[in-house]
């Protein structure tokens, strides 16, 4: 096949089931396709149990799934071959949901050295890759410093520093911004887009605040194993009764104007942020 | 959380924190050796004045150093208290102090036996946190893979090895805070851990250790997917961004190490009988 046609990810029918063949099986995914571009900012979004963190360890080549396939850019997470799996990690960087979890060292610019020293590289270029990766996320200054004294947010940009410096061309975010309060979250967001537009890197976001993926140009909800939606961030958060029907709360400003329609204020479609909100109401005053 | 000294780092710059972490490790090991062959206060005070040299060289605290100390206080303390009352001495005809009650005594030299080992417990304790505070995990783990390389040849894991340790190392400030969590968690729901008895004590804690256990066990696997999702491969193929590099400084420190040995080992044995070493047998027990 030719690669350079082949989307970055592409994950057809995929099948995931945790315990398989014991009596405990518990089928996580069932059968989920979907591809995405080099360059997008996907949410993906689901209730408790939908399935999304198995989702992103099966892009990592962490989980291989039991029926159906995920290729990262052509290759096969399947594949046996121990450069096809490494190759498919150094495409796929992810980004877990409790900081203390993934910090391999003490001292912080030790910690994001860890990706780049496994990939082989020499000396230079991973304290080059180290200081670049620290200098985005703009942790630079502690870089010396041990992280157990940072704040959660601060954390989990060392550890996106620590996927960063691996020069990942997809970045995955499992709940990475559960665990922090608003503060952290938004320094993480910042960073997020920041590297995104600067970086280019492909971001794929998993969260369950409705919120965060309004920042997202696409988003892929999941229910129950099954991808549920799959359309523009716009069209899907705006969608306040699809998303209940799954287990999920539209943002509050689409949720306002799905009332005031009920109601029959005239309220275009689409609205998921603050200024989209306030754009309408003034046109309403008008 | 401000407590925990055991393992960990105290980042400033300084020459002990810049010397080569395998260095730091050789001269560990001839300084527990030199402290075991230590048979006098006097040679006692020689290391210690040199010890007391490389933490102030250090940077660190003096205190913050000693700090590490209250972890085995009660060993030291129990240490003392055996030592002293088990050492018959010379008789009770020959000391000039001497109780007896049962099959426990105390006597002048059983006392000053004592203070020996108690001196030398922190001695040992002291060197090798000096280690600990200086260097950073992942150098002490780049320096026991080093010095463990001849077991290679056996097909012992050399790498796992260091890996380990430092991974250990890096986990006991967190597992200290889960602990803490554990605790108030019990504790709102009205476990006690400061009344009754040392028993009952010992007891309230089983409660503690359970749910820790478990989350380390949950951290440890979380750690691993996010060792490979960063292309962790056993450490083959693996590079360093920080080269050890033993320096002129760092040969020097390893050679008066062993002369540091050698010099003890002549206060002690006197081969050639020089008047001098009389001076440093003072206070021999």
Redesign the interface.
């Known amino acids: 096949m030719d690669r350079s046609a082949e989307k970055i990810i592409r994950v057809s029918n995929a099948v995931y089931k945790y315990n398989r063949d014991t009596e405990d099986e518990v089928t996580a995914l069932r059968g989920i396709s979907f591809e995405i571009a080099e360059g997008e900012f996907v949410a993906l979004v689901g209730a408790n149990g939908s399935g999304k963190s198995t989702l992103a360890r099966l892009l990592n080549a962490l989980y291989i799934p039991d029926e159906g396939d995920v290729f990262v850019s052509g290759i096969n997470t399947a594949s046996d071959k121990n450069e096809d799996i490494l190759a498919v990690r150094r495409t796929v960087g992810v980004v877990f949901q409790n900081p203390d979890n993934q910090m391999v060292a003490s001292i912080i610019e030790d910690d994001v050295a860890f990706g780049p020293e496994n990939l082989g590289l020499p000396p230079a270029e991973i304290r080059e890759r180290v200081d670049w990766a620290l200098e985005c996320v703009g942790m630079a200054d502690h870089k010396k410093g041990t992280p157990f004294r940072l704040s959660g947010g601060q954390k989990q940009r060392i550890a996106i520093a620590g996927v960063l410096a691996m020069r990942p061309r997809v970045m995955v975010l499992d709940e990475s911004t559960a665990m922090l309060d608003p503060r952290g979250k938004k320094e993480v967001m910042d960073v997020v887009e920041r590297i995104r537009s600067e970086a280019g890197v492909t971001v794929i976001m998993i969260t369950h605040f409705p919120d965060e993926a309004a920042r997202a140009d696409r988003v892929i909800a999941l229910s129950g194993g099954r991808v549920a939606m799959d359309m523009p961030s716009s069209a899907a958060l705006s969608d306040v009764e699809a998303l209940r029907s799954i287990g999920l709360d539209a943002p509050l400003p689409a949720r306002i104007a799905y009332e005031l329609r009920k109601r029959g204020l005239s309220m275009p479609e689409g609205i998921t942020t603050p200024d989209g909100l306030t754009e309408a109401l003034c046109r309403i005053k008008n | ?1 401000k407590d925990v000294v055991f393992g ?2 105290y ?1 400033v710059n300084s020459p002990v924190h810049r010397a080569d972490a395998r260095a730091k490790f050789i001269i560990m090991i001839l300084y527990i050796v030199t402290v075991i062959f230590a048979s006098s206060f006097m040679q006692m005070a020689v290391i210690a004045l040199l010890l007391l040299t490389v933490i102030l060289m250090s940077r660190i605290p003096p205190l913050k150093v000693l700090s590490a100390l209250k972890a085995i206080i009660v060993l030291a303390i129990a240490t003392f208290i055996f030592t002293v009352l088990l050492n018959k001495g010379e008789g009770a005809e020959n000391e000039s102090l001497y109780l007896e009650f049962g099959p426990f005594c105390i006597c002048g030299t059983g006392l000053l036996t004592g203070a020996f080992i108690i001196c030398r417990i922190v001695l040992l304790i002291v060197g090798p946190t000096m280690v600990t505070l200086t260097t ?3 150098d002490m783990a780049d320096a026991i893979e080093f010095l463990l390389a001849p077991l290679k040849l056996i097909k012992v894991p050399v790498h796992a090895f260091g890996m380990i340790m ?2 250990a ?2 986990m006991i ?2 597992l200290f805070e889960e602990t803490q969590r554990v605790m108030n968690a019990q504790k709102a729901r009205g476990a006690c851990f400061d009344h009754g008895n040392v028993f009952k004590r010992i007891g309230a804690l089983v409660p503690v250790l359970i749910p820790l256990f478990i989350s380390a066990l949950k ?1 440890s696997a ?2 691993s ?9 056993g450490g083959k ?7 050890l590099k033993f320096r002129v400084s760092d040969i020097l420190s390893m050679l008066f190490s062993a002369l540091l040995l050698f010099f003890i080992l002549v206060c002690v044995y006197n081969w050639w009988n020089w008047g001098w070493v009389a001076f440093m047998q003072m206070g021999t027990v």
């Not at chain 2, 193929?237 to 080269?243: D, L, P, Q, S, Y």
């Open positions: 959380m960990q780092i980042p950073t995990p992942v430092s991974i190392l890096r400030p967190t951290r979380d750690l997917d996010a060792m490979e999702s960063r292309c962790y491969n193929g693996k590079t360093r961004m920080k080269v």
